[in-house]
């Protein structure tokens, strides 16, 4: 998904196109640009119109096709703007039913990145509650199933977990969450809250065990250099039998030494 190579290649369509019709080429850079602005603008409008129609504070039974490629296309267009190229490997190892995905988390870009990628499956994210009160994002990701939780133990945080588990036992979606809870600093990794793995015991759904690498080196490079961004999946886990604190500093050491392999 390219959304920025599109609007580009459409703008330089269109310019051309006018410029003969008009009768002057050397109209095509100014109309060129004019497109490109003008074609970027109708996305960001759209993506703010459909955010703003979502009901506040409403909770979905399953995620909208459209506004899950939408936000994917507005993710996309981000990532592709700010330089980020993206890899990834061991996507063969996903298994077919829904599970809980855990990973690193070094960067705003994770998300995403990881949402561009896995965009043919359903994922939601368990997402900080500022998140949702940004009024471009708030709508989109709310119809996109992704569940708010705070930085302190609340009702409405056992809601989203309760929600997470309800969406996994219908085999709605699979879900991802960050067990650090906040950005690590300089790609180093903080601690594993060892009550994110509940949702997977509780629901007995498989643990994908991934690795985000390289996005907090994008905003460094930006807008002079393009930055090689890395997804891997790791490894899959049965989370039957175990409890969550060995799942925890299991999983954590597992990305964290693939992590420290990858960079030699």
């Given at each position: 998904?390219?959304?920025?190579?599109?609007?580009?290649?459409?703008?330089?369509?269109?310019?051309?196109?006018?410029?003969?019709?008009?009768?002057?080429?050397?109209?095509?850079?100014?109309?060129?640009?004019?497109?490109?602005?003008?074609?970027?603008?109708?996305?960001?409008?759209?993506?703010?119109?459909?955010?703003?129609?979502?009901?506040?504070?409403?909770?979905?039974?399953?995620?909208?096709?459209?506004?899950?490629?939408?936000?994917?296309?507005?993710?996309?267009?981000?990532c592709?703007?700010?330089?980020?190229?993206?890899?990834?490997?061991?996507?063969e190892?996903?298994?077919?039913?829904?599970?809980?995905?855990?990973?690193?988390?070094?960067?705003?870009l994770?998300?995403?990145?990881?949402s561009?990628?896995?965009?043919?499956?359903?994922?939601?994210?368990?997402?900080?509650?500022?998140?949702?009160?940004?009024?471009?994002?708030?709508?989109?990701?709310?119809?996109?199933?992704?569940?708010?939780?705070?930085?302190?133990?609340?009702?409405?945080?056992?809601?989203?977990?309760?929600?997470?588990?309800?969406?996994?036992?219908?085999?709605?979606?699979?879900?991802?969450?960050?067990?650090?809870?906040?950005?690590?600093k300089?790609?180093?990794?903080r601690?594993?809250?060892?009550?994110?793995?509940?949702?997977?015991?509780?629901?007995?759904?498989?643990i994908?065990?991934?690795?985000?690498?390289?996005?907090?080196?994008?905003?460094?490079?930006?807008?002079?250099?393009?930055?090689?961004?890395?997804?891997?999946?790791?490894?899959?886990?049965?989370?039957?039998?175990?409890?969550?604190?060995?799942?925890?500093?299991?999983?954590?050491?597992?990305?964290?030494?693939?992590?420290?392999?990858?960079?030699?």
């Open positions: 998904m390219h959304p920025i190579s599109v609007i580009l290649v459409l703008s330089l369509i269109c310019a051309s196109a006018l410029s003969v019709i008009i009768g002057n080429l050397w109209l095509i850079p100014v109309l060129f640009l004019g497109f490109a602005l003008a074609f970027s603008l109708l996305l960001w409008i759209t993506l703010a119109f459909l955010s703003a129609i979502v009901p506040r504070g409403k909770h979905y039974r399953e995620p909208s096709g459209f506004y899950v490629w939408m936000l994917n296309a507005a993710y996309a267009f981000i592709e703007g700010a330089g980020a190229k993206i890899r990834s490997s061991g996507l190892k996903l298994p077919n039913e829904p599970f809980l995905l855990v990973s690193n988390h070094v960067s705003q994770d998300n995403m990145v990881q561009i990628v896995l965009r043919p499956r359903k994922i939601a994210f368990i997402a900080k509650e500022q998140l949702f009160k940004i009024p471009i994002v708030r709508g989109m990701i709310t119809r996109c199933c992704y569940l708010p939780i705070g930085r302190k133990s609340t009702k409405s945080d056992r809601s989203a977990i309760e929600a997470a588990e309800d969406y996994l036992n219908r085999g709605v979606m699979s879900i991802g969450i960050y067990p650090e809870g906040h950005r690590g300089d790609g180093q990794m601690g594993f809250h060892a009550g994110s793995f509940k949702i997977a015991l509780d629901t007995g759904c498989p994908v065990v991934s690795a985000v690498i390289g996005t907090e080196e994008v905003y460094k490079r930006f807008p002079f250099r393009r930055t090689e961004v890395f997804f891997d999946i790791i490894e899959v886990i049965d989370p039957s039998g175990r409890k969550s604190v060995e799942l925890s500093d299991e999983i954590r050491e597992k990305i964290k030494k693939h992590i420290e392999e990858k960079r030699k």
